[in-house]
């Protein structure tokens, strides 16, 4: 199994509970299934640029004009969005690892997706038909907030803009291990739900190791 671990979060593990999250995931994962290969994508050390006009043009045009031929600055724009998707596609499944912030993920994770999900690198559009180019099967996701969140909660940013973009390549398997209520100003028992997202994210690591 490969797995593609994507952190979008600049705070040092002991004053992230993602990250700490995220570690007791692997652990629990690579303890129970040690053939496990995990290749680690830090954001904040490989920072995505923001989809530029060259780059936008290089990846959609093809779509329209077969005998389209993208300038050199074109195609220098897709260096990154190329690697990472490349990455991307070899994995079976993804782990993202982010904070919630002002009500959504990091700005630095959305910049990552607007690079690799595009065509010609995650899916090819033909006959108005999605065809995926991966064999991703699953999306975890190791979440902190400062607020609690009931589930379904429309107050939540994160998961529906998961699953929107990951259901569009045809990946509907998304599970979520989240640490909510950490902000002190508001709430006493932020441990507590630490604890629990912990446990949540092992039972996570578990059912991978058990799947097929």
């Given at each position: 199994?490969?797995?593609?671990?994507?952190?979008?979060?600049?705070?040092?593990?002991?004053?992230?509970?993602?990250?700490?999250?995220?570690?007791?995931?692997?652990?629990?994962?690579?303890?129970?299934?040690?053939?496990?290969?995990?290749?680690?994508?830090?954001?904040?050390?490989?920072?995505?640029?923001?989809?530029?006009?060259?780059?936008?043009?290089?990846?959609?045009?093809?779509?329209?004009?077969?005998?389209?031929?993208?300038?050199?600055?074109?195609?220098?724009?897709?260096?990154?969005?190329?690697?990472?998707?490349?990455?991307?596609?070899?994995?079976?499944?993804?782990?993202?690892?982010?904070?919630?912030?002002?009500?959504?993920?990091?700005?630095?994770?959305?910049?990552?997706?607007?690079?690799?999900?595009?065509?010609?690198?995650?899916?090819?559009?033909?006959?108005?038909?999605?065809?995926?180019?991966?064999?991703?099967?699953?999306?975890?996701?190791?979440?902190?907030?400062?607020?609690?969140?009931?589930?379904?909660?429309?107050?939540?940013?994160?998961?529906?803009?998961?699953?929107?973009?990951?259901?569009?390549?045809?990946?509907?398997?998304?599970?979520?291990?989240?640490?909510?209520?950490?902000?002190?100003?508001?709430?006493?028992?932020g441990e507590s739900r630490k604890q629990s997202a912990l446990e949540m994210a092992e039972e996570l690591a578990?059912?991978?190791?058990?799947?097929?």
């Amino acid at each position: 199994m490969n797995v593609l671990h994507v952190i979008a979060n600049p705070r040092p593990i002991e004053k992230s509970a993602s990250k700490q999250l995220a570690t007791s995931f692997f652990a629990k994962l690579l303890e129970t299934n040690p053939d496990v290969v995990v290749n680690n994508i830090d954001l904040y050390q490989e920072p995505p640029p923001y989809l530029s006009l060259d780059a936008y043009n290089r990846l959609n045009t093809p779509l329209l004009n077969p005998d389209y031929t993208p300038s050199k600055a074109e195609e220098h724009a897709i260096t990154y969005a190329k690697a990472q998707a490349e990455g991307l596609r070899q994995a079976d499944v993804l782990v993202l690892t982010m904070p919630m912030w002002t009500g959504g993920p990091p700005a630095i994770m959305k910049a990552w997706f607007d690079q690799v999900m595009q065509p010609g690198l995650m899916f090819n559009i033909e006959s108005g038909v999605v065809i995926p180019l991966h064999q991703l099967s699953k999306v975890i996701l190791l979440v902190s907030s400062g607020q609690v969140y009931k589930e379904g909660d429309e107050r939540d940013g994160i998961t529906p803009i998961i699953r929107n973009i990951f259901s569009f390549i045809g990946v509907t398997d998304i599970e979520v291990a989240w640490a909510d209520g950490q902000s002190p100003h508001f709430f006493t028992d932020g441990e507590s739900r630490k604890q629990s997202a912990l446990e949540m994210a092992e039972e996570l690591a578990e059912e991978l190791s058990e799947s097929p």
